[in-house]
């Protein structure tokens, strides 16, 4: 089925932030006629030849090169080195690229590479630009990564290889079959389905203490890219100032112990196990599960296990589409069971709020944090527990709509910053349940600080001080890399999502707010 990019509704007068983000999918775009600035890596230094290593899996190779050495200038392809992917990922010696078959849309800045949970955004974005023929082929390259690389990657380079991020695979798939109606194409994305469900659902992301799944990278040792460009301006590594942290504080979050050595001041393989696996849950780094998240491993985390239940849900539901009822109920049955497992376990009626579960001692975590809409996004939550968790919105709230936490720790997912994809979140568990005023107030203060910003810097960042309502971070990140990209994929695909959503009045405040 072909499909021609479908005009977008033209943006409002006085919105001129609405032709700057349809614009800029074309720059955030990589092809593979430009694979030459697609596998140039900001986050490392180049080899010595200037060649960047592209890898493609091994069957694959051969036909890859032919292919790329076609849509590719000569110039360009002497620019990269096609290595076939080895195996055993644990040999790879030189990090590079890995291989998509379609274009798809990088975040921006730094992050020159397609995402996971980014991608769910950036979709959204580009459907509603009408640019429906990329948001398919986004949805192609995660299934093209499920088959090959035996998952959705955090981002195609060869130091992702270990781990996923948030799931968002069947949102997106039928995002695109909404569009196209391309029956055979949906059938056709069934098995890439049950193998990235057993990713999650196996151990060891399947704590069999609960039935519930966590975040586990399946590597050992440092994250390679930490040790290339999460620097300071003094050359410390963002593990040299973890150390330093465990030398000057007293921890009592968890045991320290099992992440910092004090008799040798070195951490220990059980933090850079955590570390690794906070990366997978997308929130890297914050201290939800203790300082620098290291005790991760042990917790069930709630936006996981919504998500989950999210692809149960719409996997029961695409199985309905084609016309498989059994198979659709088994998927219901898993569905009405995880929402059963995080009623259960990660739900404080004292508190009204969802909390990450960690099953070795049995107990929530009481750390406030923006995922505990999730349940409501993806509709486990009661009329009643959706009333509190809405009731506690002034824990969250500020003038740039909502932080994070209701934590200063110094890590970039806590307070005082927000981001995009949990706005969209909360604002739709709070439509879900009725609360479209609290709904439309979120929106304009996020909408009209990033307006607001966009007019001042000419650009949309990927992260703000909510508090301030400034795109400039200032010193407020300690931890982790410090910057603030520019582009930026979800924060443009919200603002337009969040825009979309208000009526006249909202628009109109908005209009009040952002100038």
Request: some cysteine.
């Amino acid at each position: 089925m072909t499909m021609a990019t479908q005009s977008a509704p033209p943006a409002p007068p006085g919105v001129p932030i609405l032709d700057y983000i349809r614009r800029t999918w074309a720059v955030l775009t990589r092809t593979n006629e430009e694979l030459a600035s697609s596998a140039a890596d900001p986050k490392f230094h180049a080899p010595a030849d200037g060649r960047w290593p592209v890898y493609v899996a091994e069957a694959d190779v051969r036909r890859v090169e032919e292919e790329l050495r076609g849509a590719m200038k000569a110039a360009d392809f002497q620019k990269i080195r096609i290595r076939a992917l080895p195996r055993d990922f644990t040999r790879i010696q030189e990090q590079g690229l890995l291989y998509l078959p379609r274009p798809y849309v990088v975040p921006g800045g730094r992050f020159n590479e397609m995402y996971g949970w980014d991608s769910y955004f950036i979709q959204m974005g580009l459907l509603r630009d009408g640019e429906v023929a990329l948001a398919k082929d986004m949805a192609d390259n995660f299934l093209y990564e499920i088959r090959e690389y035996g998952k959705v990657l955090n981002a195609n380079r060869t130091y992702y290889l270990t781990r996923s991020q948030p799931p968002f695979l069947t949102e997106m798939l039928l995002a695109v079959y909404r569009r196209t109606h391309d029956v055979k194409w949906l059938a056709d994305s069934v098995s890439a389905i049950d193998k990235y469900y057993r990713y999650w659902t196996s151990e060891p992301h399947l704590t069999p203490e609960t039935g519930l799944a966590r975040y586990y990278d399946l590597g050992e040792g440092p994250a390679p890219e930490v040790l290339s460009s999460e620097v300071d301006s003094h050359g410390r590594t963002d593990y040299d100032l973890v150390k330093d942290y465990y030398r000057r504080h007293r921890v009592t979050d968890y045991d320290a112990s099992k992440f910092y050595d004090s008799a040798t001041g070195q951490l220990t393989a059980e933090f850079y196990k955590g570390d690794r696996s906070m990366r997978e849950s997308g929130f890297d780094p914050s201290n939800r599960f203790g300082p620098f998240s290291a005790d991760i491993v042990h917790y069930n985390p709630v936006c996981l296990n919504s998500l989950l239940y999210l692809m149960e849900s719409q996997t029961a539901e695409i199985m309905g589409i084609l016309g498989r009822e059994k198979s659709a109920a088994e998927w219901r049955k898993r569905a009405t069971e995880r929402a059963g497992k995080v009623n259960r376990l990660m739900w404080d009626g004292e508190r009204g709020l969802y909390f990450d579960y960690d099953f070795v001692h049995r107990r929530v975590r009481r750390y406030p944090f923006l995922t505990t809409f999730y349940p409501l996004w993806t509709g486990i939550a009661s009329p009643e527990q959706a009333a509190r968790v809405a009731g506690n919105l002034p824990l969250f709230e500020r003038p740039g709509g909502l932080e994070t936490s209701t934590h200063h720790s110094g890590d970039q997912w806590d307070a005082p910053f927000g981001w995009a994809p949990l706005q969209w979140i909360a604002v739709q568990g709070l439509r879900r349940y009725g609360y479209e005023a609290e709904a439309d107030r979120v929106s304009v203060r996020f909408l009209s600080m990033v307006l607001h910003e966009f007019s001042r810097t000419g650009t949309i960042e990927e992260k703000y001080d909510v508090s301030r309502r400034r795109a400039d971070l200032g010193r407020g990140i300690l931890f982790g890399y410090r910057s603030n990209e520019a582009g930026f994929g979800w924060t443009n695909a919200v603002f337009t999502a969040l825009y979309d959503g208000l009526k006249a009045a909202g628009r109109a405040e908005l209009k009040k707010q952002g100038g």
